[in-house]
Each structure stands twice: as C-alpha cells, then as structure tokens.
C-alpha cells in the first residue's frame, strides 16, 4: 500500500503531464488551423485557372503536340511525384503513401511502363532510393509552410518532362487531409489534364486574347499543375500535424 | 466609378480592393485599364505594375502571370508580386549576383533560359525598388 505522501507525489505528478500535453495540444491545434489556412489559400488561383482554361479549351479545335492536354495513345514512361512529410513520429501516415506509391509503380510495371519518381519530403525520398527506383528529383525540409517557390524545381521538372515527350504520363500521390482523424492517401493524375466540360449555360461574353487563344491556354495549363503539386505537398503539412497530435 | 481588383498567386489572394486605374506590363507592351473596360485575358510580362486610387499610385514589381478583366473586375494571377516598399533589395541583389553567376558558368540551354529569367525578375525588383526610393525623396 503507497504511502499518502507517495499518492499525493504521484498525483502531481499526472497533474503535470496533463498540463504539458494539454500545452503540446494547443501548439498543435494552432500549428494545424495555419497549415489548414494556407491549403485554403491557394483555392482561389488554382479554381481561377481551372476556369479560364475550362472556357478556353470548350473553344478550341485539336490541342498543340507537347500540351498538357494532349493525351498520348502509347504511354511508355510515366513520372510519379511522392509527397511525404519529413517528419516521422505521424502514425501510418507515412506508410500508407508509401504503400500506395510502391503498389502504383508494380501496377505500371506490370504494364511494360517505365516509371521515374520526383519526391517531396525525406521519407518518401529514401523509401524510392531504398527499393532501387529511379528518382530523378526531390525536395525536402520544406517545413510547416512551403513557399510556392521550394516545390517549383521538382514541379518544373515534371511539367517540362511531359511536355519534352519524356513522360507520357504524370501523377501525384499525396495524403488528402480529410479531417484531424482521417487522412487518405490519395492518387491524382496531373497530365494529361483532364478539363470538365464546360456546360453550354447561355453564350458567356468573351474575351480579347493578347496573343492568342491557343497561346494564352498552353500559358494557363503549366501554371494549373504547378498550383496543383503546391496544395498537394500543402495537404500533407496538416494531416502530417494532426497525425503528431 | 472605380472597379474591383483582386490580386491573387498560388500562395493566396494578395489583394482585394477598388482601384481607379490600374497599369500593368503585358507581352504586347504596357496596358492601361480604367473602369468599364472590355473583357480582356491576356499574358503579363515581368515589369511594374502600378495601382492607381485617387491621387495615389502604387508601384508593385511583377514577375509575369495573366490579366482578366470581366465585368468591371480585374483578376490578375501574378506568378509572384511585391509591392515596390516591400522589395528586400538585399534579397534581391544577392538574387542578380547569383544569376549573374549561373550565365557565366551555364552548362545547358535549359539553365541558361533559367538563369535569364531569374536575372530578369532580380533586375525588374531591383529597378522598381530604386523608382520608389526616388520617388520618396
């Protein structure tokens, strides 16, 4: 039987623990309302141009070779972007990307396709280095809040690869931040592009395009998967904060 | 009659607010855009871009996006925009310095179209930091 001292310690005790972790909490909980906040940020642009290239392909004829719209018939190579916190310490987070990522590239091997790999964060980078994949780009230590400018590299090697005619293919895995509780790993493909179709709701008023039509939509298309590996590698900043807390 | 002009990047909306008169710098030359102006889309170049509201006018360095003007709104999605007082020219003199040095030792085309970008945009906020200064004085 403890002493009513030895009761009295250990109950302090608890109380202190339940101070720091209620403390540990309140830092999360703000980190992750910034790391949301800066998700929602980028809507705007991306739902801009999503838009504007919606109304500009709805009236064009054929699309140009080396467009990130043209869809190839004969896929040869594909590019895959990984995107993993640098962290640790996030429960499956981690493994379920990299799960998804490993079966992804097996799928397309097992179609005859090559497979190249850019990564963001330093698990997914040594996982690829790890199992022997061709990694042909990274960043990592981007921290909480990624500037647009840190995943511009690895964003311009894979829209540039695609437009060379060295990927037929892109996509991005990512873990979609669903709540605080459920993240997804989550497989996006980012060219080609796929536009919704724009609906024929009454004649829209148009434009005067400076160049051209054409011109301003191949401007508008690399712009669009830019901003679209930004929210990506911005969605894993809070799923991967949540998975701390 | 002013209009609305939102000024958005890829980070966030920068800016939301009614202008008078707002010019920016496109492929094609410098624009000028007055309220009730036509619909218009165009590329935006690197340059200055300068936000007029009454007798105030606000020069901004821009490092090319586009420009839509629908309905008395103008939407610029800039690839990134400074307001000329907020330029660090520290920042961007080290950035000159460093494209300076990328051109003499460039080792493939790709770099070299690069490298003159960044030179580009570090000597476009350069100049626009410096109009502000002479401007203030």
């Not at chain 1, 669903?178 to 024929?200: D, F, G, H, M």
Request: charged fraction near 25%; aromatic fraction near 4%; proline fraction near 4%.
């Amino acid at each position: 039987m403890a002493s009513s001292r030895e009761i009295k310690r250990r109950i302090r005790s608890v109380k202190n623990v339940a101070q720091i972790t209620r403390a540990m909490e309140m830092v999360s909980a703000s980190k992750m309302r910034r790391a949301q906040r800066n998700v929602l940020a980028t809507r705007p642009y991306a739902d801009r141009l999503l838009d504007l290239m919606s109304h500009l392909n709805a009236r064009m004829v054929g699309v140009r070779k080396g467009s990130l719209l043209e869809s190839r018939p004969n896929v040869k190579k594909v590019a895959l972007i990984v995107v993993t916190p640098d962290r640790g310490l996030c429960g499956s987070l981690v493994t379920n990307v990299l799960r998804r990522a490993g079966s992804f590239i097996l799928d397309q091997q097992r179609q005859g396709r090559e497979v190249e790999v850019f990564t963001f964060g330093k698990k997914g980078k040594d996982f690829i280095t790890r199992t022997g994949q061709t990694l042909v780009g990274e960043a990592s230590k981007l921290g909480d809040s990624p500037k647009f400018t840190d995943i511009l590299g690895v964003a311009v090697g894979a829209v540039s690869g695609y437009q060379s005619g060295t990927y037929d293919e892109v996509h991005i895995i990512y873990s979609e931040f669903i709540n605080t509780l459920v993240q997804r790993p989550s497989v996006k493909q980012l060219a080609p592009i796929q536009l919704p179709v724009e609906e024929t709701s009454g004649p829209r008023v148009d434009y005067t395009y400076e160049p051209g039509q054409a011109d301003v939509l191949e401007e508008l298309l690399p712009r669009y998967v830019e901003a679209l590996i930004y929210q990506a590698v911005l969605e894993a900043s809070p799923a991967s904060i949540a998975r701390v807390w | 009659m002013p209009m609305q002009l939102e000024i958005v990047t890829a980070e966030r909306v920068v800016l939301s607010e009614e202008v008078d008169a707002l010019y920016a710098p496109t492929k094609a030359g410098r624009v000028g855009i007055l309220p009730r102006h036509s619909a218009l889309l165009t590329i935006l170049d690197v340059g200055e871009m300068d936000i007029v509201k009454g007798n105030e006018r606000t020069p901004y360095a821009i490092a090319g996006g586009f420009m839509e003007v629908l309905n008395n709104r103008v939407t610029i999605l800039a690839d990134s925009v400074e307001r000329a007082d907020e330029i660090d020219e520290t920042r961007a003199e080290r950035a000159r310095a460093a494209a300076e040095e990328a051109l003499r030792n460039r080792e493939s085309n790709i770099d070299l179209a690069q490298a003159e970008g960044e030179l580009r945009r570090a000597m476009n906020r350069l100049r626009i930091s410096q109009i502000k200064n002479i401007r203030r004085s």
